[in-house]
């Protein structure tokens, strides 16, 4: 196949100059062996080959790069702007696209009132059939996603939910409080699932499930607290299981990896690896200069989503079917190509204005310093294909980083405002921003530019124009003044989520209500 | 009034007298009763009041259940939260003290410390010598002048490397090795001696705290204020100026 195709070409074109190329994988493996190819051949072209090259069933999308550089227009046009011999074979190397698609989100759909303080925690479940939402009224509330109204109100909290977090199976949802305190909810009743679990001194931070395919029960949570110790409680029997102490400051963010281990970062400017299974401290990583405030892992999307696999998403989102065992191989496979070769990779974000790229479970050195940012980060993400790790700072400012060697790519401007949280759409294509200055973005990641200016959480002026549709609305937001008076300093948004199905996107912020965003 | 042992005496003579007011309360009849049992009554609550603040005073009240307003998400949390309007005033303070060209220190009012203190007069001879009687600091390649030309003594017990500096926003200590003595508030001789008292601005090599410029650079030296008196305490403790 691949020679008739090249045949076609030779004899349409023959003075072109021609090159011997060789298609390599991300992880440097070769595929096929070396063969030539015209100069101004296009990137259809070359997918048509590299996919009769792989014997796939069906065709994968593809981007190819040379040296770094992504071939848009024709091999030859790329070739220009590098110095690259023409009689050597050249290498070009291929990375499979997500195969499904998501559309950037451009309205709000609805704006749902109930809270009666600040949101400050937002999570959809794994699958996307559900929404929760912490709030500062100390009720937990979940939303029904079809009607876009108010499903369940959960009491039970005494302090502000700082933190939610769905269990992998998307079966419960934890939230931990101000207080100090655990509480386990299930989202088809609405009602507390066992013991309040109790033991931390000081607020939580953060929470952590234990990844589905490790236990597809998922039994394990693990939180951490300002009192800077790490538990990990058994929800079943309703007991912390383990307590591991170590650092000497506030933990600030946690992670659970799939390969056993745990991490955890805290204010002391350490981030310390230690072992799931019997709680002993593998590592500690040292290099900051100021407290660490975020972690992101770069199998992190696979490890949240679990069994779910976004290209398969139907409109109507669903809950996961099969066995135990069955969940388990799934989860397990999209965790090991999420993976890819290596061990897992772990970027931490500092008040320091830098991150730091470690490779935690082989060195205790980190991989590359990542500066640039002017003033803290507040979050870093790794795309769902962890090839970009994005990162979010108080100077107003986004920046894109390579996600293998910690190379920077681009920053994305545009808030007025410190930028408080990120989210990836599943296809790592479109990324979703909140800001102090009370709008959200939506930033089309291979242009490098916004896709669209969401006005969030404003005044009057918002809702009413997100009603209206299409033209109207586009029309509506260059009416706009660049940045809203300052009485929308109040409206902050806290916390932002993007669905695993790609199909919504739920804010919360400081104006008590939570608004949902689509297409 | 009875004092001593008399007051014993009506006791023992005429036996405990109990139910007194009660006696007298049945008693009481028409309108002096009515006077009367509202005087009670009034006594009584008062009663009921005294004993229920002693008891709230032994136990532990539980907090109210209200909770605080100004919920904010958990990264915000250990931030104080500024307000436009301080921002702006902070930024208009830091203009204007960066024309007036003073720095932002913590000790703004240092004791001027005189002549006779700071130096010690030797008299051999005819040449002058003063001894400094506070700790300084006198950098790597310091050597003495000869004998007959040195104006200045500064003793080599006195000499110090390091300081103990406080991070303000981590309170964490690193004991830094001192770069220069910056500025000594009480007078410029005593920078360029050296002297190093109370509220002296000295640099400080900060490599090992791991802070980076934006671009990447490495910053190695910054300020700190010294806030002990070293000379009493044999170290120098000193908090940096961020």
Redesign the interface.
């Known amino acids: 196949m691949p020679s008739r195709l090249l045949a076609q070409e030779e004899a349409a074109v023959p003075d072109v100059q021609r090159l011997l190329v060789q298609f390599q994988d991300e992880g440097g493996q070769l595929l096929g062996s070396p063969f030539d190819v015209p100069v101004d051949i296009t990137p259809d072209r070359l997918q048509l080959v590299c996919n009769a090259l792989l014997a796939q069933e069906d065709p994968l999308p593809l981007a190819f790069f040379v040296q770094d550089a992504e071939i848009v227009s024709s091999l030859g046009k790329t070739l220009e702007s590098q110095a690259v011999e023409t009689e050597k074979v050249l290498d070009i190397i291929y990375q499979p696209q997500a195969v499904f698609r998501v559309r950037a989100v451009t309205r709000c759909t609805s704006s749902l009132e109930g809270h009666s303080?600040?949101v400050?925690?937002v999570a959809f479940s794994p699958t996307g059939k559900y929404l929760a939402s912490g709030?500062?009224?100390?009720t937990v509330r979940f939303w029904d996603l079809s009607t876009e109204t108010p499903h369940f109100t959960c009491k039970g909290h005494?302090?502000?939910v700082?933190?939610i977090s769905w269990s992998p199976d998307g079966k419960k949802l934890a939230s931990g409080c101000k207080n100090g305190q655990i509480l386990l909810w299930d989202p088809s009743t609405g009602k507390q699932v066992g013991r309040t679990l109790t033991g931390h001194s000081k607020?939580?931070?953060?929470l952590s499930w234990e990844p589905l395919h490790v236990n597809p029960e998922c039994r394990y949570v693990a939180s951490s607290s300002?009192d800077g110790t790490v538990r990990i409680w058994d929800t079943t029997a309703g007991r912390c299981e383990r307590i591991l102490t170590g650092h000497t400051q506030?933990v600030?963010c946690l992670r659970w990896g799939g390969d056993g281990l745990l991490y955890s970062a805290s204010?002391d400017?350490t981030v310390k690896v230690w072992r799931a299974h019997d709680g002993v401290l593998c590592r500690t990583l040292q290099?900051?200069?100021?407290?660490v405030?975020?972690m992101a892992l770069s199998t992190d999307y696979a490890l949240r989503t679990g069994a779910f696999e976004p290209a398969e998403a139907s409109v109507n989102p669903q809950d996961l079917q099969g066995s135990l065992q069955e969940l388990k191989e799934r989860a397990l496979s999209r965790y090991n190509l999420v993976r890819g070769q290596g061990p897992e990779r772990l970027v931490s974000g500092s008040d320091?204005?830098?991150l730091f790229l470690w490779s935690p479970a082989e060195d205790k050195k980190p991989l590359t310093?990542m500066?640039?940012?002017?003033a803290l980060i507040?979050?870093v993400l790794f795309s769902p294909d962890s090839r970009i790790v994005a990162s979010a700072s108080f100077d107003k400012s986004i920046k894109l980083w390579d996600g293998r060697t910690g190379k920077y790519l681009a920053s994305l401007r545009g808030h007025v405002a410190a930028v408080?949280q990120i989210a990836w759409s599943a296809d790592s294509r479109l990324l979703v921003s909140g800001s102090s200055d009370s709008t959200l973005k939506v930033w089309d990641v291979k242009a490098q530019k916004l896709a669209t200016d969401l006005p969030g959480h404003a005044d009057e002026v918002g809702p009413t124009l997100g009603q209206r549709r299409g033209r109207d609305y586009t029309l509506a937001v260059s009416l706009l003044p660049p940045h809203l008076p300052?009485s929308s300093?109040s409206l902050k948004v806290?916390?932002i989520d993007w669905s695993p199905d790609g199909q919504r996107v739920a804010s919360g912020g400081k104006d008590k209500c939570l608004r949902i965003w689509r297409r | 009034m009875l004092q001593n042992e008399y007051i014993e005496l009506p006791r023992k003579r005429y036996g405990y007298q109990a139910h007194e007011r009660s006696k007298k309360a049945k008693k009481m009849i028409g309108l002096k009763a009515k006077l009367y049992h509202k005087q009670c009554r009034a006594e009584k609550i008062q009663m009921k009041k005294t004993i229920k603040m002693h008891e709230k005073r032994n136990t532990k009240q539980k907090n109210d259940e209200k909770t605080p307003q100004g919920a904010v998400p958990a990264y915000l949390l250990d931030r104080e939260g500024q307000s436009r309007a301080k921002v702006l005033s902070n930024m208009i303070k830091q203009k204007r003290k960066e024309k007036a060209g003073k720095w932002e220190v913590l000790l703004p009012k240092v004791r001027a410390q005189g002549e006779t203190e700071v130096l010690k007069t030797e008299r051999k001879k005819k040449a002058r010598k003063r001894m400094v009687t506070k700790v300084c600091f006198v950098g790597d390649g310091f050597t003495r002048k000869p004998p007959k030309y040195e104006r200045f003594i500064r003793p080599m017990g006195l000499r110090f490397k390091k300081a103990h500096v406080t991070h303000p926003e981590l309170k964490a200590t690193f004991c830094l090795p001192i770069l220069g003595v910056k500025k000594n508030r009480s007078s410029p001789l005593y920078t360029t001696l050296g002297v190093i008292t109370k509220g002296t601005v000295i640099e400080v090599n900060v490599s090992e705290l791991g802070l980076v410029m934006q671009g990447g650079k490495v910053i190695w030296g910054k300020y700190a204020q010294v806030t002990n008196n070293p000379e009493n305490d044999g170290c120098i403790n000193a908090v940096l100026l961020v």
């Not at chain 1, 290099?287 to 407290?291: E, F, L, M, R």
């Not at chain 1, 500066?371 to 002017?374: K, V, W």
């Open positions: 303080e600040a400050i925690s709030s500062g009224d100390t005494r302090h502000w700082l933190s607020w939580i931070t953060g300002k506030s600030t204010q400017r290099g900051h200069g100021h407290w405030n975020t320091d204005f830098t310093r500066t640039g940012h002017q507040n979050q408080y300052s300093a806290y916390a």
